[in-house]
């Protein structure tokens, strides 16, 4: 593989076995054209049949009730339900929790129709975490008879789908969902040890299955239908890419459509079109190619044969694509399996299954030459793992795109397997429901973005049954349902139930004693005493004389959960939350093991030294300014010290004393600056490893709303002070662009804003140059900085923000120097800046003052917006309030920056349900050993959830906690005061974040923004 193959095929690492998400265990069987037993097949519902054995649910005990004229108190029938629910229902109770891992999970593994049956039949209680994303709204649950609570610790079962956060996870209980554990995936190994300490059963969906090995409870169909949708959807862009018009553009993504069924009836009406006029001409016969021929396949051609077609043996596809009389009012399709293209390296012929599948190193794949010439689009629904051939190399891919003979076929992949860098070597990594496509140029060894340029596009969306949450679900409820009758009876020796079971009693069950190596590599030595526990070894793994680590947390604001949560994995971990906000601090403290609140006053030298004393590492989540102080009691304690902050020049005065005191200060290291640290020494030292340099650095990063929480002034909102955000917008930046150097001053930054930056389509963004760039030069080890094109540093915002706050900088807003004084209302506060003083005036005073402030004509555009956000502000009055207005409600302030700060925080604060984002992008201009130029970007897009935290909270707070752990590991050895530049800090960091979610995205692109990039602001102001 090529290196710039290579480096794609890095970029999503974690997510190598999505694939098995969606396909059967035993796929294989499928072909071997096993056929499912008949009882696998028959409806299981109150007489069901799995494996052979019929059973039944057991008669339900009616609940006795107080009678109508009962005296007794509202408590005192509560306490009685209760008790005659534990002592006359021999259920168990069942909960569904509510799914946060995606933005688009809206799936359930219960329907309201199943739980009304299940209460029915049962009489037991079940319980529904609310959601307002799930495709069955809380009424309908309630309806059905379910309780509708957030806690769900009354519940003896909980179900779900994705995988369950650690810090949910509760001791003691049943869980049933797809932990994606069972294969070794050693992202989720922290997850798997807190079910194993927690004592949880776990039983995961994916092994659950008949004695035939086939799986019993999936979403592999809808994987199909979904991915078959999308596929033709991304083919129609392709082909408009290329210059032809094409029906398939009439269909959108499955997610676009409200059911399975009106997706159909979209492609029903392609297909309508099709038949009356035909493909483009230029293509030939469109021909799609069906690997594999189960659940996957199959539903994937249930949706296709929504469409004119012509099924053909796999054989007859050169002759169909090379006739000059093949039809263009269908499409042509192949399903195509083992004996259709593999074959036996010394005989040239395919054998025999069972020689294939008992020896598959004797066996080669011939795809490349007799399916992939002849497709114009290949939809992958087959089971792969590595001991079996590839269907194409990356190679046999570069053979094929570089004959002109092939130019209009493989034009697409719809990659449902999701296998990276597995049968298809070149599909580098899974993709996105809103980024889900990606082109493979391997005669260029490119890979991009771009449907207008050379390569075979590729769909490998990884989520693909969550676009069709409804459809889904129902399936799944359907066949999961027999099964949650016998976990509720706690018949746990049922065979299907006993053999998806993971881990039970704190223990892994038999099958899966294997993953305890995987545990013990990713859990180190601190935690073998818990292993050897957890499969059954004698003697308790708190006496085993494991040093506790305290963990000193200065601060406790909203990026310090994500941290807490983080180091508490560590049962021999304690936290002392040190803070000026009690009830902040105890909040975060609340429920939390091993932690507790301390006051702090960083002034007191006493009580800090006392503290300090006390932890055996220190992290510092205090503003900036009172870092200095917490190192100095850090060298003269000698303990380590973490911050997310930059090296002020304070801090780095402390650089010799800590080397002299063998202390490390780690700092830099949460968002930005930190992960932007991380990636960007990553690329760079893998180009000066390649033999290659650096050219030009461009970055940007910011946290923003996500778009559907954007719509207002400015685009932006503010999850703690403004004051910081607003005074950052007014600092002066230097910067390298052009091979030119740059100043900007303050006054002027958001004047001279950069009206474009082309990261992603989808977003509209601007940005603003970032401080003083150039030091970044040495930082990142570049070489001087003259001889670099660019060395750019920015911050992100949504288009509109920058002339917004240049116009609110001229108009007073943002004066930090003045003395403040009350007012009566806000309109009353912003009549004295306009005018000098609070007398009364009208809206066309007002709005002749702010054109004569911004120096342009009272009806120009921008006037308007800013009226428009003064008066969405309440700092103007609106028609329906022409007189008084909002009152003042900021007294006391110092400055006006300070008022208008505080009126910020109320007006734009994140509202219930609302979420955050993070965008970080990084892109180098490089010069390759050979002299060409190539460019390479990383990027990061991280949204908050409304069940765990803000995108800014873990961007910022898990790499400040991993770094905290590798110092309490001993695994940074450098002292002194450090930022996170170092490879085994950068590579481990980066790793950990890429398993807790975060992942960054590296590419290799054929176009990069640099050459687009200007300043001087959108023009509006002189």
Known sequence: MSSQAALASRALPRLSACARRHLSATAVSSLK????????KRSLSSSSTVSGQTYFPQSVPKIQQHPPNSSSSLNQQQQHQKHTHASLNPFKSVAIRREGKNR??????????????????????????????????????????????????AADIILGIKEVPVKDLIPGKTYVYFSHTHKGQKYNMPML??????????????????????RLVLFGKHAGYAGMIDGVHGLGQRLLGLGFSSPFLHVGMAHNYKSLASAKLALQSLGNTISDEGTPKEFGPMTFTFTGSGNVSKGAQAVFKSLPHEFVDPKDLPKIAKSKNARLDRIYAAEVNVEDHIRHKTQGVFTSLDEYYAHPELFTSTFHKDIAPYSSMVINGAYWDARYPRLMTTDQLKTLQSDPANQYRMLSIADISCDINGSFEFMSHATSIEDPFFYVDTVSGKEHKHAEEPGVQIMSVDILPSELPLESSQHFSDSLYPF??????????????AGATIAEHGSLTPSHENLTKILADTHAKENLAKLKSALGAKGNSNTVGTKRKSVLLCGSGFVAGPLVDYLLRDPNVDITIASNSQTEATSLALGRANTKVVPLDVKDNAKMASLVKDSDIVVSFVPAPFHPIIAEHCIQEKKNMVTASYISPAMQALDERAQRAGITIMNEIGLDPGIDHLSAMKMIDEVKAEGGKVTSFV?????????????????????????????????????????????????????????DVPIYPGFALEGVANRDSLSYADTYGL??????????????????????????????????????????????????????????????????????RLDLPKNH?????????????????????????????????????????????????????????????????VQLKDGTDQTRTSTLVSYGTFETYTAMAKTVGLPAAMATEMLLKGEIPEKGVLAPTMPHVYNTILEKLDREGVSVLEQIVQKGMRPMLKWGGSGVFK
Request: proline content about 5%.
């Open 33 to 40: 054209r096993s056929t499912a037993s008949a009882s696998a």
């Open 193 to 214: 040890q807190d079910v194993l300490d927690k004592k949880i059963r776990l039983i995961d969906y994916e092994l659950m299955a008949n004695e035939h090995k086939q």
């Open 484 to 497: 949650i009758k016998e976990l509720i009876r706690d018949n746990h020796a049922h065979p299907v139930l």
């Open 699 to 755: 970055s940007w990063c910011g946290g923003l709303p996500a778009p559907e929480a954007s719509n207002v002034p400015l685009s932006y909102k503010f999850s703690w002070s403004p004051r910081g955000v607003l005074t950052a917008g007014m600092n002066d930046a230097k910067f390298r662009m052009h091979n030119g150097f740059h100043d900007i001053q303050g006054k002027d930054l958001m004047k001279n804003h950069f009206p």
């Open 104 to 153: 688009w999970e809206r799936r359930a593994a219960l329907t309201p129709e199943a739980v009304e049956k299940l209460i029915k039949e049962t009489g037991i209680k079940v319980y529904v975490q609310p959601s307002t994303k799930r495709i069955f709204s809380d009424d309908k649950y309630r309806a059905a008879g379910a309780t509708i609570q957030e806690d769900l610790s």
């Open 783 to 852: 070489g001087p900085v003259e001889k670099l094109d660019t060395m750019f540093r920015g911050t992100l915002r949504y288009k509109g923000y920058a002339d917004l706050m240049h116009s609110f900088n001229r108009l007073g807003l943002l004066n930090a120097d003045n003395s403040q004084q009350n007012f009566s209302s806000w309109p009353e506060f912003m009549d004295s800046l306009l005018f000098g003083n609070s007398s009364k005036h009208d809206n066309q005073s007002r709005t002749a003052a702010i054109a004569d």
């Open 861 to 925: 555009p921008s006037v308007g917006k800013v009226v428009d956000a003064l008066q969405w502000l309440s700092l103007m009055p609106t028609a329906n309030n022409a007189h008084g207005g909002a009152p003042f409600t900021a007294q006391n302030t110092n400055t006006t920056l300070d008022s208008f700060c505080s009126l910020l925080m109320n007006k734009l604060k994140y509202n219930p349900l609302e979420r955050d984002m993070v965008i970080l992008h990084h892109e180098f201009g």
